[in-house]
T-cell receptor, first 114, second 111 residues
Framework: DVKVTQSSRYLVKRTGEKVFLECVQD?????MFWYRQDPGLGLRLIYF???????EKGDIPEGYSVSREKKERFSLILESASTNQTSMYLC?????????????FGQGTRLTVV | DQQVKQNSPSLSVQEGRISILNCDYT??????FLWYKKYPAEGPTFLIS?????DKNEDGRFTVFLNKSAKHLSLHIVPSQPGDSAVYFC??????????FGDGTTLTVKP
């Protein structure tokens, strides 16, 4: 059974703080993704990674960076948190690039920036 | 430019009846389509998918229909159950790449 685990369910951070959101998957998936979900805007892709140390920008990368040092772990970094980054953050993984396959999501992290 | 659209933010149906959720797309390169279900405070879970070489895929109570000429797909749930109440996201991908998601439709099934 695939498991994608996000380190926190809820986070409250102050404006200007550097924030780390961690995600770990246990099924040896090649692809990992970070999305944010906002009311009326659906899921928007922030960054994704097809392999260790590889990353590509998604649709809304501004204000974010990522790190993938190990295959199972994908971190999202908010360099200087702002109130407009208050959102639900969802990590996902999927098997291999080049295959049509579904994504498996973590439980989400509700981040509030005050 | 939103490439995947779910024009109905919400849908309410009676238990036992059919639920039909709709999704439109604009990118003709999309060749794989998925539906996910999301409960509050949980991540989305995969429900059903369809390749562009098919026009229908069925899995139990769930059927997805694809109309490529209209760039439209729909998810049918028959019969609807209260446990189906959730947000449903349509997603599409091209050449086995990353998925683009719609805004979601909140389905409420009334007992």
């Amino acid at each position: 059974d695939v498991k994608v685990t996000q380190s926190s369910r809820y986070l409250v951070k102050r404006t200007g703080e550097k924030v780390f959101l961690e995600c770990v998957q246990d099924m040896d998936h090649e692809n990992m993704f970070w999305y944010r979900q906002d009311p009326g805007l659906g899921l928007r892709l922030i960054y994704f990674s097809y392999d260790v140390k590889m990353k590509e920008k998604g649709d809304i990368p501004e204000g974010y960076s990522v790190s993938r040092e190990k295959k199972e772990r994908f971190s999202l970094i908010l360099e200087s948190a702002s109130t407009n980054q208050t959102s639900m953050y969802l990590c996902a993984s999927s098997r291999v690039q080049g295959m049509n396959t579904e994504a498996f999501f973590g439980q989400g992290t509700r981040l509030t920036v005050v | 430019d939103q490439q995947v659209k779910q024009n109905s933010p919400s849908l309410s149906v009676q238990e036992g009846r059919i639920s039909i959720l709709n999704c439109d797309y604009t990118n003709s390169m999309f060749d794989y389509f998925l539906w996910y279900k999301k409960y509050p405070a949980e991540g989305p879970t995969f429900l059903i998918s369809i390749s562009s070489i098919k026009d229908k895929n069925e899995d139990g109570r769930f059927t997805v229909f694809l109309n490529k000429s209209a760039k439209h797909l729909s998810l049918h749930i028959v019969p609807s159950q209260p446990g189906d109440s959730a947000v449903y996201f349509c997603a599409a991908s091209a050449n086995a790449g990353k998925s683009t998601f719609g805004d979601g439709t909140t389905l409420t099934v009334k007992p």
